[in-house]
């Protein structure tokens, strides 16, 4: 911190509108192991530091390895953003008013994850893929990679923000495949929180609980059918109500796609049925898109993205807010120092309704029940495709079979216009996101969502 | 300052000397040090607007440490020598804790040479001043806006930038290469709010600054310009065109995510690709031939040596429809018997080694993209695969939305569709090929032409 502060102080930073500086110091641990055995166990060091700076309305920006020579980078981010005033299409970025932070963001570990051993964590992986595949002879195989990040990142800026940040993250991305009747599936699972420790994985979700899921995806796509191909009415469950909040909404209410996207011209006008309202928060306890302070030191809060079926707020920055005349909402976030901040989201989510699941299934004669995902892909339009795994059949009103190999996709603002039911339970899934090129740890989710016919498109492959 | 070349492969070099040195010193039985350090300078605009201007230096250091078979990596951004002895510390002490591999084969094998590949690296790159990198920028902005009205550049930018790559181990392996890049990316839409079109994205890259700037906002422009006319998709089977960004621009192509996976040897040897058993079998329609080519001259993705030291060689993949064989590093290869290919891919995230194509071609056949187009008297025109990264590689299953798509009635672009899905199989896929394109576009890790197929299954809301 120190050494970012004189940086501040040095003759290069003088006459510069504003100078952001951050630098992490943090050691991230991989491991991956298959029910054989542990193939992968490493250790990364990742220290260095970044300028970014906002000169004549153009923002440069710098980054160098350790930790000496800040006067220089900032130096550097100083050069480029000189080189492009005067230009033709050259922009003339304003930065909104804030109230800068000065703080340290504890992590609240109890076991936390540098004092855990790398053996007993990779103890921990092997154990969860011989699980999967010592419980179910069906199972061929099954992958645990599991990553933790530990450390500290820093950031001053020339308004005086201050902000210390203990790192402590942990993810598990885990898969497995088994084959029936000669019939290959594999299916995937995650679990990834932040500011917690070691303790998530004795109390909350130790092996066998993951093992568990994992095998009933799998189980659930080897004796599934095909699916219809055409629209349906449907239940999306948790996780897929999130990826819809996050892929094919939210995307479009950060203010930087906003402009140019579906939603544009929309605020205060309906979106959904008065049922419907979604946000964006800072903080939800347990999930992985947690926040304290932005990466360019504003204190985060919510954004109802949407209010009782009415567009709201969208998701901003500083230079965004500027543009809009808003209050900046914390969304600026950096995958690290080597990235400038963008704006990105952190925990998106439905707000949950009253109808439990049998009310929400009793309409439905002939539909699908999407249980959750394999990943998906949203645009500007609101155009959505996602892969699904743990689908079921809704005959007459109640779940049946299930489904292989599906994957659903739509118009994100025509189908919120046909949600008609929302569910009491609650759920979320918890990822990354990558948006040019930075990855973001996020959280997404929601109740169990209805939709009518012609909201989704059921295209299975195979 | 920006470091010039000789000063980035001097900083390879001793870092990986370092890392030898360190490895010899603690006794290590085997060490493998990759090294690479890189300078990049991006301009980028947002909103037609250009905002923000970026100077990024990036060394990374990946060091493996085997004992006894047992395997630990440590990585680093730091050259300095401390760092380095550090990584190799560290790489070795999670060696004593990992399993023990009863197959390693031991670090790849010192090949004595490398090819020579011509047009890597490019001088004139070097003195690209930031002044001609905004010019090309500009070039790029003008050329999107002047289409059409209410054309809009969400995103584009120009990135340039140095590089130097080594790879060294106790085997006596020693590889130093550098190279130049020039990438462009253009992403506009047309429209607003509900009727916007989707991300109409162009792209390239090249080791030269010989791009035509002027023409990817234009390319991307046109696409969004013709995808504000709404009509209507049916479900149907029908032709279909692809262009060469839907056919093999990286996680948006459909023979960069499928074929990549499938023709992958690890993926072969832990039996869970869909080609699994298929070499010597038609695959696909005669008339397509793949290969993987790191030689080829000046070509944005080919390199001498792969990320564990291995020569690049061409590798014949699919030839006149017949599945030849697959791609493999020096691990898998070394354990299946059927020995590296080159094709070892450094895992950022982790420090480990996987396979991957490093310039997978489809072999140009004849017939530009409009002359193709023109020939077809109903189908969809795909510029982009959303979702394709879902597919089912086990299986070859696929389905994905066309986006941007558009329709095609008598030989004519008609108008954008949303929402339309395309599913199925890719090897029935490939069997419908109609027609291969004679013009390749370079993305920088595939060279690729335009492709047509015949009835493909497409469905709709």
């Known amino acids: 911190m120190d050494t970012l502060r004189r940086g501040l102080d040095s003759r290069e930073a003088k006459g510069i509108e504003y100078v952001e500086l951050r630098a992490d110091d943090v050691v991230q641990t991989a491991i991956d192991a298959r029910e054989r055995g542990v193939e992968v166990i490493s250790k990364r060091i990742e220290s260095g530091h970044s300028a970014r700076v906002l000169l004549n309305g153009c923002w440069g920006f710098a980054v160098a390895d350790g930790s000496k020579n800040v006067a220089l980078t900032i130096g550097q981010a100083a050069k480029v953003a000189r080189s492009l005033a005067g230009g033709k299409n050259t922009g003339s970025v304003e930065l909104a008013d804030i109230r800068p932070v000065r703080k340290h963001a504890k992590a609240v570990a109890e076991t936390p994850l540098d004092q855990v051993r790398t053996a007993d964590k990779a103890a921990f992986c092997k154990r969860l893929s011989s699980y999967v595949v010592g419980t179910d002879k069906r199972m061929t195989s099954a992958l645990s990679m599991y990553r933790d990040f530990c450390g500290k990142r820093y950031l001053v800026t020339s308004e005086g923000a201050e902000v210390e940040t203990d790192v402590s993250m942990l993810y598990l991305y885990s898969s497995a495949s088994g084959k029936e009747n000669g019939s290959p599936a594999s299916s995937r699972d995650e679990v990834a929180v932040t500011g917690c420790g070691w303790e998530h994985f004795e109390r909350v979700e130790p092996h066998e609980v993951i093992g568990n899921r994992l095998k009933r995806k799998v189980q659930n796509e080897m004796s599934g059918a095909k699916c219809k191909r055409g629209s349906f009415p449907c239940i999306l469950g948790p996780k897929v109500a999130g990826m819809l909040a996050h892929e094919a909404l939210g995307h479009l209410s950060e203010a930087d796609f906003f402009a140019s996207g579906a939603f544009a011209g929309l605020v205060g006008k309906r979106v959904a049925p008065e049922m419907v309202t979604m946000v964006d928060s800072p903080f939800v306890k347990g999930w992985f898109g947690n926040i304290e302070v932005d990466d360019e030191g504003v204190s985060p809060r919510k954004v109802v993205v949407i209010d009782k079926g009415v567009l709201g707020e969208q998701m901003t920055n500083r230079e965004w807010a500027r543009k809009l005349g808003k209050k900046p909402t914390g969304n600026a976030r950096a995958e690290s120092y080597r990235f400038p901040p963008i704006i990105r989201m952190r925990n998106t989510y439905f707000e949950r309704g009253d109808m439990r699941r049998d009310e929400l299934l009793e309409s439905i004669k002939f539909g699908y029940y999407c249980g959750d995902i394999r990943g998906g892909q949203a645009e500007a339009n609101s155009s959505f495709q996602v892969g699904i795994q743990e689908c079921h059949e809704i005959l007459n009103g109640e779940i049946a079979g299930p489904v292989r190999d599906l994957a659903i996709s739509g118009m994100a603002v025509k189908s919120l216009m046909l949600i008609d039911g929302l569910g009491k339970d609650f759920g979320f899934e918890s990822s990354y996101c990558g948006k040019i090129n930075q990855s973001m740890a996020t959280s997404d989710g929601g109740p169990d969502i209805r939709l009518r016919k012609g909201a989704i498109v059921f295209g299975g492959s195979g | ?461």
């Open chain 2, 1 to 461: 300052m920006m470091a010039r070349e000789q000063d980035l492969e001097e900083a390879v070099s001793s870092a990986l000397e370092e890392a030898l040195g360190a490895g010899r010193k603690l006794e290590c039985a085997e060490v493998e040090a990759y090294a690479s350090c890189g300078r990049m300078q991006r301009i980028t605009a947002e909103q037609s607007s250009i905002t923000a201007a970026s100077s990024l230096s990036e060394n990374v250091l990946f060091v493996r440490v085997v004992e006894d078979g047992r395997l630990g990596i440590a990585f680093s951004s730091s050259f300095d020598a401390r760092r380095v002895r550090q990584c190799v510390e560290d790489a070795r002490d999670l060696a004593k804790i990992a399993e023990k591999d009863s197959q390693w084969p031991g670090f790849a094998p010192n090949p004595g040479a490398y090819p020579r590949i011509q047009g890597l690296f490019n001088k004139s790159v070097e003195s690209l001043s930031a002044d001609d990198q905004r010019g090309m920028l500009e070039l790029m902005i003008d050329g999107a806006t002047r289409t059409a009205k209410g054309i809009i550049v969400n995103i584009a930018g120009v990135e340039v930038s140095r590089k130097a790559t080594g790879v060294a181990n106790l085997n006596g392996l020693d590889a130093l290469s550098k190279d130049t890049l020039v990438n462009a990316y253009c992403w506009t839409v047309r429209g607003k709010g509900k009727s916007v079109t989707p991300d109409c994205t162009n792209v390239r890259a090249s080791r030269r600054p010989d791009i035509d700037f002027e023409k990817i906002g234009e390319t991307s422009a046109l696409i969004a310009l013709h995808s504000s006319t709404l009509k209507k998709p049916r479900t149907e089977e029908c032709s279909v065109v692809f262009s060469p960004m839907a056919v093999g621009f990286s996680d948006m192509g459909l023979l960069s995510t499928l074929m990549a996976r499938g023709l992958s040897g690890e993926r072969i040897f832990r039996k869970n690709s869909f080609l699994q058993e298929k070499v010597g079998e038609r695959i696909a329609s005669k008339k397509l031939t793949l290969v993987d080519d790191p030689l080829g001259p000046g070509l944005s993705g080919s390199r001498p040596f792969d990320d564990e030291g291995c020569p690049s060689r061409r590798t014949e993949l699919v030839s006149d429809g017949v599945l030849k064989g697959f791609l493999w590093d020096n691990y898998f290869g070394s354990i299946s018997g059927a020995g590296s290919t080159g094709n070892a891919i450094r895992d950022r995230s982790t420090g480990s080694v996987s396979v991957s194509p490093t310039n997978l071609q489809v072999k140009p056949g004849r017939g530009d993209m409009e002359k193709i187009i023109s020939g077809i008297d109903h189908g969809y025109f795909v510029w982009g695969c959303q979702g394709v990264h879902t597919s089912n590689f086990e299986t070859g299953n696929f389905s994905f939305v066309a986006s941007p798509g558009l329709l095609i009635e008598k030989g004519e672009l008609v108008g954008g569709v949303r929402g339309a899905m395309l599913s199925g199989n890719i090897i029935e896929l490939l069997a419908n090929i109609d027609i291969i394109g004679s013009e390749v576009q370079d993305f920088g890790g595939s060279l690729m032409p335009t492709m047509s197929f015949r009835d493909v299954r497409i469905t709709t809301g």
